[in-house]
């Protein structure tokens, strides 16, 4: 049966409307982040700061990879080092933040990028517990590139526009996620693990210099002020907002480390490196989403959503249903982190702004640093599924407790120019 004349041209008309509502669409996205890339500095801010983070994303696996194989001392000793580095930087990240307001960031790169350029000179010639230790104290003075980029994004970008803005930053995070790991694994793969660690070093000394040229405005107008007392700005919305961050980069590590496991078992592990693409892929498409959607879904609303969405990932199967089932999981990740961050920068007195993104990066890394002995604990005496559900679980009810938190707060800015409808997270 073929349509009448009447029925084609309703069709075709019908079409002709979908397209232009696409392209409208697409002209609100593209305005958007247009718009943010548009203001003077932010493009360089997000390259150098790109630059300034793979060595930091590539930290974990090359200290662990240069334990474990290149010091032939097992990943139980990996751990301790790896450990070591996070908690310094758990402790680190709020002090090199409160620095920051009180004397400006040039100086603390100065003192970090100094400490950086020593660890990783000798750290190739340090046993587990000097090395340890050592990890720790660099830990404290790590160079504070994550928190550095969402503290000028929050001083200098209106509030109108900062959802873009920070998902930029987060599908930004993704990417050297992506990125460092893989250039940390490769160059200790090939090369002698204590070469990997002076390139490290050198990726970190070209980092701060570029950070330090570039020196991005920390605080509104440039200037510093006073910072208030925590108890004026510390209360249940950012610490609501600090929980969300600890929640989802928890559920993430021991999503990581449970398909890593689950895949295992099976003798699938290289494919692992597949689903991780997809998943940080999901994660860039949802973030690109949430940057520009018109009415966003809240902290709460998005926790809830990365964990729903990963618990089919609990109950996969061979590595191809894995890497299907993780898509949904992933769209949510960026959108999950990036309200957190958004949320602790619309908090913040400007005075402020540098601790309070400082306790920002220290819930990240908190949130890791739970997630890697928890999961590893249930994988081993129960299962990966029983692993990611308990994930899933604080997860769900950190978003409960946020909701109730949350209740009658007013919702975040709409950006400016997105009144007609466009996608939804």
């Not at 669409?25 to 997000?46: H, K, Q, S």
């Not at 060595?55 to 301790?80: E, I, K, N, Q």
């Not at 982190?337 to 306790?359: K, Q």
Request: hydrophobic share 55%; proline share 8%; aromatic share 6%.
């Amino acid at each position: 049966m073929t349509d009448t004349p009447g029925k084609g041209g309703s069709a075709t008309a019908s079409q002709a409307g979908r397209r232009t509502r696409r392209r409208a669409t697409m002209d609100l996205v593209t305005t958007a982040y247009r718009e943010v890339l548009a203001r003077p500095g932010l493009r360089a801010l997000y390259l150098v700061g790109f630059g300034a983070r793979l060595p930091v994303s590539a930290t974990g696996v090359v200290l662990t990879l240069h334990v474990a194989v290149g010091l032939d001392r097992g990943f139980a000793a990996a751990g301790l080092v790896g450990g070591a580095v996070t908690f310094g930087t758990v402790l680190g990240a709020p002090l090199l933040g409160r620095l920051v307001d009180r004397v400006g960031l040039r100086p603390v790169l100065l003192l970090c990028g100094v400490s950086e350029a020593v660890f990783w000179g000798v750290a190739p010639l340090l046993d587990v517990g000097l090395l340890a230790a050592a990890a720790f104290a660099a830990g404290l003075l790590a160079l504070p590139a994550f928190p550095v980029v969402r503290q000028s994004l929050g001083a200098v970008v209106p509030e109108a526009r900062r959802r873009p803005a920070f998902a930029l930053d987060a599908m930004s995070s993704e990417v050297s996620f992506i990125v460092g790991p893989a250039a940390g694994t490769g160059a200790v793969l090939a090369l002698p693990s204590t070469v990997a660690l002076w390139l490290v070093g050198a990726a970190f000394v070209l980092g701060t210099a570029a950070l330090w040229w570039l020196d991005p405005p920390t605080h509104a107008g440039g200037e510093r002020t006073a910072a208030p007392s925590m108890r004026h700005w510390m209360g249940a919305p950012m610490v609501t907002a600090l929980a969300g961050a600890v929640a989802a980069v928890l559920l993430l590590s021991a999503t990581e480390l449970s398909v890593v496991a689950a895949l295992t078992t099976r003798g699938e592990t290289g494919w692992f490196a597949l689903a991780n693409t997809v998943w940080c892929l999901a994660s860039l498409v949802g973030g690109f989403r949430y940057g520009v959607a018109t009415r966003p879904p809240g902290m709460p609303t998005l926790l809830a959503a990365l964990a729903v969405g990963t618990v089919p990932v609990a109950f996969g199967g061979p590595w191809w249903l894995v890497t299907a089932l993780i898509v949904p999981a992933g769209a949510f990740c960026a959108p999950a982190m990036s309200s957190a961050a958004e949320a602790v920068g619309r908090l913040a007195p400007d005075a402020a702004r540098g601790i309070a993104t400082g306790l920002h990066g220290a819930a990240i890394m908190l949130g890791a640093a739970i997630a890697q002995p928890l999961a590893g604990v249930l994988i081993d005496r129960v299962s990966p599924t029983a692993a990611l559900l308990t994930a899933v679980g604080i997860c769900l009810l950190v978003a409960l407790g946020a909701a109730a938190t949350l209740r009658g707060a007013p919702p975040p800015a709409r950006p400016a120019g997105t009144s007609a409808p466009g996608p939804t997270a």
